[in-house]
Nanobody, 117 residues
């Protein structure tokens, strides 16, 4: 049973940086793409970024240049470095495994990021 646990969220000010972590247990996920999503209050969950087994990355267009996704296959962990944070980045951030193209699963419980202006 694969479990994902996100951490690293918190309350920060606009312009600050945060690094989120997503630690996987139960199975080595090095051969699967991993992704970050977020859900802001009153909004639907949206794609943030993904990283495949070869460290190839994809980003939501609006986040390119500020967010960086990476993975450490030895630690079975995925990271999301978020720089120049804005109040509109306030959301609960989730990670997930992309088991097949466009099919995500094993969602973690999320980590809350709040950016004050």
């Amino acid at each position: 049973q694969v479990q994902l646990v996100e951490s690293g969220g918190g309350l920060v000010q606009a312009g600050d940086s945060l690094r989120l972590s997503c630690a996987a247990s139960g199975r080595t996920l090095s051969s699967y793409p991993m992704a970050w999503f977020r859900q802001a209050p009153g909004k639907e969950r949206e794609f943030v970024a993904s990283v495949n087994w070869a460290a190839g990355t994809k980003y939501a267009d609006s986040l390119k240049g500020r967010f960086t996704i990476s993975r450490d296959n030895i630690k079975n962990t995925v990271y999301l470095q978020m720089n120049s944070l804005k109040p509109e980045d306030t959301a609960v951030y989730f990670c997930a495994v992309e088991w097949s193209s466009g099919r995500y699963g094993n969602w973690g419980q999320g980590t809350r990021v709040t950016v004050s202006s």
